[in-house]
C-alpha cells in the first residue's frame, strides 16, 4: 500500500503570497490530519478533515485554511504568508477503525522570504 | 501548556548498548501513546505503540514501558545501533468532542555513536 504522499516537496514564496499544499491518504484512510513543525514551537496541530468535513482546528490564524475533497485528498492554503509560516508542513492520514495512529507524509518544506 | 513532554532535548549512545527515551506527560485523560522517529526534512515514522491497559509493549529491539502512576512513559532501543540516529517524538491522541489530534512532545534527538 503506498504511503501518505505530499507535493510540492518544497516551496519558496514571498511574504503576502498564498499557497496551497496538497496531500494524498493512505488508501483508505478518510481522516486526514495536518501538522505545522518549527523549531521553536515543535509539531503543532492545525486540523483534521474527515468525510470533507473540517473537524477542528488548532490555535492559528484564519490565514490558514484546508479542505478535503471526495476522495479523501486534502489540501490546505496559507493566504498572505508571514515569515514565521517558514515551517515543515505534515499531513497525516489515519483509518476509521484505528484513528490514533496516524501515519505521516514526508511534508513539504515552505520557506517564506 | 505542553501536555506531553521530552526533558532530555538530546541523548548520545554508543552502539551496541541500550537507548533509554523518556516522556513524561500531565493529561491523566490520555490512554494511548504512540512513538514515531524522524529523519531531518522527513516525515515522521511510527515505531511502536502502547495502551494504558498495559505497561509494557515490545517490538524487536523496541519496547515501551508505561508508568501510569508516574504518567511517564519510556521507550529503550537494545541494541542501539548507528541508524537509529534520529529525533524521537513522544505523542498522545486528545480526544475533544469529535476530534482526534495528536499531542507531541518537543523530541529528543539520538545519536548512537559508532
Known amino acids: 500500500k503506498a504511503g501518505v504522499t505530499q507535493t510540492p516537496r518544497y516551496l519558496i514564496k514571498t511574504r503576502g503570497q498564498q499557497v496551497t499544499l496538497s496531500c494524498s491518504p493512505i488508501s483508505g484512510h478518510r481522516s486526514v490530519s495536518w501538522y505545522q513543525q518549527t523549531p521553536g514551537q515543535g509539531l503543532q496541530f492545525l486540523f483534521e478533515y474527515f468525510s470533507e468535513t473540517q473537524r477542528n482546528k488548532g490555535n492559528f490564524p484564519g490565514r490558514f485554511s484546508g479542505r478535503q475533497f471526495s476522495n479523501s485528498r486534502s489540501e490546505m492554503n496559507v493566504s498572505t504568508l508571514e515569515l514565521g509560516d517558514s515551517a515543515l508542513y505534515l499531513c497525516?492520514?489515519?483509518?476509521?477503525?484505528?484513528?490514533?495512529?496516524?501515519?505521516f507524509g514526508p511534508g513539504t518544506r515552505l520557506t517564506v522570504l | 501548556d505542553q501536555q506531553v513532554k521530552q526533558n532530555s532535548p538530546s541523548l548520545s549512545v554508543q552502539e551496541g548498548r541500550i537507548s533509554i527515551l523518556n516522556c513524561d506527560y500531565t493529561n491523566s485523560m490520555f490512554d494511548y501513546f504512540l512513538w514515531y522517529k524522524k529523519y531531518p526534512a522527513e516525515g515522521p515514522t511510527f515505531l511502536i505503540s502502547i495502551s494504558s491497559i498495559k505497561d509494557k509493549n515490545e517490538d524487536g529491539r523496541f519496547t515501551v514501558f508505561l508508568n501510569k502512576s508516574a504518567k511517564h512513559l519510556s521507550l529503550h532501543i537494545v541494541p542501539s545501533q548507528p541508524g537509529d540516529s534520529a529525533v524521537y517524538f513522544c505523542?498522545?491522541?486528545?480526544?475533544?468532542?469529535?476530534?482526534?489530534?495528536?499531542?507531541f512532545g518537543t523530541g529528543t534527538l539520538l545519536a548512537v555513536q559508532p
Open positions: 505523542a498522545a491522541p486528545f480526544y475533544g468532542g469529535a476530534t482526534n489530534k495528536l499531542i
Open positions: 497525516a492520514s489515519s483509518a476509521l477503525n484505528n484513528r490514533e495512529l496516524q501515519f
